[in-house]
C-alpha cells in the first residue's frame, strides 16, 4: 500500500480550502495550540505534509497540496 494510501482524502479536500489567511495563520506563533493538536492527533504523514505546507514561502495552491500529500483529488 503506498504511503499516501494513509492520508484520509477528506482532510485533503479540507486542506484544499485553506486560503492565504489560513496558511498566514499557521506561520504565526499564535497557532502552537493547532500544531499541538495535529501533533497528538494526526499521524506522522498528515504532520509531515501540513509542515511541509505551512513551510512554503508562498500560499500552497491545490497542486502543492496534491504534490505534497501523495493524491489527486477530483474537482480542485
Do not use: C, Y
Amino acid at each position: 500500500m503506498p504511503p499516501h494510501a494513509l492520508v484520509p482524502q477528506w482532510s485533503v479536500e479540507l486542506v484544499r480550502k485553506f486560503d492565504a489567511l489560513d496558511w498566514l495563520f499557521l506561520k504565526h506563533q499564535l497557532s502552537t495550540p493547532f500544531w499541538t493538536a495535529l501533533h497528538l492527533d494526526a499521524s506522522a504523514l498528515v504532520r509531515h505534509t501540513m509542515a511541509n505546507l505551512a513551510a512554503q514561502s508562498k500560499t500552497p495552491t491545490v497542486a502543492d497540496i496534491d504534490r505534497e500529500s501523495g493524491l489527486k483529488l477530483k474537482n480542485p
